[in-house]
């Protein structure tokens, strides 16, 4: 390498499908980090490969001694190992990584964390500080693991807090991903209470995990709605009905930064998008640039209100609009109204088309229903059931999914694995 050139910030094994069962493994593919001084290496790439217990031993001082890591990739490296291998390879990188004081990001996706196995990952949450960026996508998580990595980020709040208090410069949590996790209603009370307590949070994806809309209106009103700088919410492919978009509709407004808004294949329904779409209509909202209500059950009368707030102003920064699977034609004239205005937004921006403009393929449209002839009692017994429910929502659902996960014995004893690994981290910082 020669004098004006810089060194490299970046290591990557990613997706090499490596085998790395022990330290001898481990060397010949780790030879740039043994250097010594340690390199400036800011990224750790390991995603995409499997790591035995003694090769994570090994690999631990090492990680110690990379004080500029700020990113960690370690997606995907326990393919294949048994389950009663995790817990103890976990807790090698994670300990050995809590004492990387920059490291800001950390994405442990597609890695079993059940109940037992998420120990290690719920004390290293309670404990580093420094955290920025959460990345926990497809890790089987479930209601009660999930609850667990959501008390632990509540913790977290209190530690960074207390290193505030201490004079330190401590960064907020921005960015939580946990989707395909079946994190389900029940896990829906301790996520509401670490957002609350995190309120600096811009970006949370909760894709694909189960939630019911009692939990969905519970995280909206109960914790999302302290995140005042919101900018990306992605909560598709759970189920809102009328009750969760009322929830939505009520909170919106407070995130006057919002740039991106999922709510696609949530059900949204006739009334409950016409409910979300309205509060947009008022203006609050002018950033917003993604919006996604695909399969919502979105139907003519939701289409409308979107289109009058669009053409009426109120969003003048939107870009994007994905509409396909709802129950209007593809050639509707409100869609070709839609598709026309952001046609003319793009070209007055002098941008090329793109996924990031316009209107997606709508190839997947239900059948248009007559609203006229709309059976009004069967409208009328809809949104009164939808009532009754979000009334009993808050004194039933959450109360039975709160005692379902207080009284599994199973919790409890990750709740002692995870309190007795948290005291020896706390040894170590």
Known sequence: MSASTPPPTTFSLSDLSLKLDTAAHLTPHIGPLLTTPPPPI?????????????ACEALAPILRSLPTLQTANLADIFTS???????????ALLTALLDCPALHTVDLSDNAFGLNTVAPLVAFLKAHVPLRHLVLN??????????????????????????????REVPDL?????????????SMAAWASALRRHPGVRVVRMTQNGIRQEGIAMLLREGLSACEGLEVLDLQDNTFTLVGSRALAGVVEGWKGLRELGVGDCLL????????FGVLAKGVNQGLRTLRVQFGEVDGRGLSELVRAVKGGALEGLRRVELNGNRFAEDDERVVELREVLEERREAAGEEEGEEWGIDELEDMESEEDEDEEDEDDEKDRE????????????????????????APVAEKA???VDELADALQKTI
């Open 269 to 276: 329904g006739g009334k409950g998008s016409v409910s979300v």
């Open 42 to 54: 800011t990224t750790l790439l390991l995603n995409g490969n499997t790591l035995g217990v003694p």
């Open 174 to 186: 921005e960015t939580i991903v946990c989707g395909r996790n079946r994190l389900e209603s029940g």
């Open 384 to 407: 009164e059931d939808a009532e009754e429910e979000e009334k009993e929502m808050k004194a039933t659902s959450m109360s039975k999914d709160a005692d379902l996960e207080e009284n």
């Open 415 to 417: 709740d002692a694995e």
């Open 138 to 167: 497809n890790n089987g998580l479930g209601p009660h693991a999930g609850a667990l990595i959501a008390q632990a980020l509540e913790e977290l709040a209190a530690r960074k807090e207390e290193a505030r208090r201490a004079g």
């Open 81 to 91: 190992r048994l389950l009663a291998e995790i817990p103890p390879a976990l807790s």
